[in-house]
């Protein structure tokens, strides 16, 4: 379930990074990237790729989340050793360190955190690693509504236990979730009627578009916004 599409297009950390209209603060014991209005009674957590949270367009879009009032964060839940590109140690034995069952863990003080300020509903989005993570919090109720963008690790026995509403998003060229998996995905969600459940597929796309398209291909940048509409058109239906 890890190999190079993971790690293929890396976040150009030199464009950018470290920057929005956000801040870094610790919660929940973790440094987040934080952006909106901080007396919101809706909050929308962003789980990372293997690329971890100062992904300049992962934190791009949590400002544009942000912009439609949610308060987003954005958790180092790889705790300063995101994947490195081109790194010589293998991905399989990066990922022993940095499974996404401790990420599932770990989101859980940020959600504490989060309704010690008042948040009542909260949603989650997880991208490749991430969204494993997410799902975890979809089986067991602990957000309101969850998104998963071109998602690694996921099985279809994950959507059989899901039990909050779930907006599947993934592409057309992914060797982790091909079309043929996202598809599974949606016959099992759809055998759950009681859940609302939302699957696309964008064409032409390749695994990790939605954070880590390239600027100069048309098509994966306007495929990547409608993503990310699609994402908060699904937060605002949900948490409001």
Same mark, same amino acid.
């Given at each position: 379930?890890?190999?190079?599409?993971?790690?293929?297009? @890396?976040?150009?950390?030199?464009?950018?990074?470290?920057?929005?209209?956000?801040?870094?603060?610790?919660? /929940?014991? !973790?440094?987040?990237?934080?952006?909106? @209005?901080?007396?919101?009674?809706?909050?929308?957590? *962003?789980?990372?790729?293997? !690329?971890?949270?100062?992904?300049?367009?992962?934190?791009?879009?949590?400002?544009?989340?942000? +912009?439609?009032?949610?308060?987003?964060?954005?958790?180092?839940?790889?705790? /300063?050793?995101?994947?490195?590109?081109?790194? &010589?140690?293998?991905?399989?034995? =990066?990922?022993?360190?940095?499974?996404?069952?401790?990420?599932?863990?770990?989101?859980?003080?940020?959600?504490?955190?989060?309704?010690?300020?008042?948040?009542?509903?909260?949603?989650?989005?997880?991208?490749? =690693?991430?969204?494993?993570?997410?799902?975890? *919090?979809?089986?067991?109720?602990?957000?309101?509504?969850?998104?998963?963008?071109?998602?690694? !690790?996921?099985?279809?026995?994950?959507?059989?236990?899901?039990?909050?509403?779930?907006?599947?998003?993934?592409? &057309?060229?992914?060797?982790?979730?091909?079309?043929? *998996?996202?598809?599974?995905?949606?016959?099992?969600?759809?055998?759950? @009627?009681?859940?609302?459940?939302?699957?696309?597929?964008? @064409? /032409?796309?390749?695994?990790? =578009?939605?954070?880590?398209?390239?600027? +100069?291909?048309? *098509?994966?940048?306007?495929?990547?916004?409608?993503?990310?509409?699609?994402?908060?058109? =699904?937060?605002?239906?949900?948490?409001?």
């Amino acid at each position: 379930m890890s190999g190079p599409e993971c790690c293929e297009n @890396p976040p150009n950390y030199l464009s950018g990074g470290g920057g929005g209209a956000g801040h870094v603060q610790q919660l /929940g014991g !973790f440094n987040c990237y934080l952006s909106g @209005p901080v007396d919101s009674t809706q909050a929308v957590i *962003l789980v990372s790729d293997v !690329f971890g949270y100062e992904a300049p367009k992962l934190r791009k879009l949590a400002d544009k989340v942000a +912009e439609a009032g949610l308060y987003v964060v954005v958790p180092d839940f790889l705790r /300063g050793d995101p994947r490195i590109p081109n790194d &010589e140690k293998p991905l399989e034995v =990066w990922i022993i360190d940095h499974g996404p069952d401790q990420g599932f863990e770990d989101v859980k003080p940020v959600i504490e955190a989060l309704k010690s300020k008042g948040v009542t509903k909260m949603g989650a989005a997880g991208f490749c =690693w991430g969204a494993k993570v997410v799902v975890e *919090l979809a089986k067991y109720a602990y957000i309101q509504a969850a998104v998963l963008l071109h998602p690694s !690790f996921v099985a279809v026995d994950d959507m059989h236990a899901v039990k909050v509403p779930i907006s599947i998003l993934g592409a &057309e060229i992914d060797r982790y979730s091909p079309p043929e *998996l996202v598809e599974q995905f949606e016959t099992a969600l759809n055998a759950k @009627p009681e859940i609302d459940a939302f699957v696309k597929i964008f @064409p /032409g796309v390749t695994h990790g =578009w939605a954070v880590r398209y390239n600027d +100069e291909d048309e *098509l994966a940048v306007k495929s990547a916004e409608e993503s990310h509409q699609d994402m908060l058109a =699904w937060f605002e239906k949900h948490l409001n």
